[in-house]
């Protein structure tokens, strides 16, 4: 996808804080986070948004989110973290490319 920001990202055409990479997926900081630490896991592949995935997709979101604790750890989130995927409109997404939140790391998380 020519125009999407995360694509670019994923082929270095932009800059990211980068913490995790591999074949199919990419970690990187959230540029205006909402916690202490805040990152976000996505899939290499263009995928517009959760909605749009389908069953080929299920492996693909496993992974991403077996990802999260593993990286949460690694970036200090010993007590626990917060997972968030922002769907559609409705859901207030901004970046139509397929994406977990992961953030955590101050004194205490809001209820949602
Ligand atoms: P949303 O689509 O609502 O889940 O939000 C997209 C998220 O992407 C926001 O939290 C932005 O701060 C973040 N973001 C946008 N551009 C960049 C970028 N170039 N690098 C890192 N994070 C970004
Ligand atoms: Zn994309």
């Known amino acids: 996808m020519l125009d999407c920001i995360f694509c670019k990202i994923v082929n270095s055409q932009i800059p990211s804080?980068?913490?995790y990479e591999d074949e199919e997926l990419l970690a990187f900081h959230d540029?205006?986070?909402?916690?202490r630490v805040h990152f976000m896991i996505i899939p290499?592949?263009?995928v517009d948004s959760l909605e749009r995935c389908t069953a080929i997709?299920?492996?693909?979101?496993?992974?991403?989110l077996l990802?999260?604790?593993k990286l949460a750890k690694e970036q200090g989130l010993v007590n626990g973290?917060?997972?968030m995927i922002n769907t559609g409109h409705g859901g207030g997404q901004e970046v139509y490319h397929?994406?977990?939140h992961v953030f955590g790391g101050d004194?205490?998380?809001p209820r949602t």
């Open 17 to 19: 804080k980068k913490i």
């Open 31 to 35: 540029i205006h986070p909402i916690a």
């Open 44 to 46: 290499k592949i263009h």
């Open 57 to 64: 997709h299920q492996p693909l979101l496993g992974k991403m």
């Open 67 to 69: 990802l999260a604790p």
């Open 81 to 83: 973290f917060r997972t």
């Open 98 to 100: 397929l994406h977990v």
């Open 107 to 109: 004194a205490s998380m």
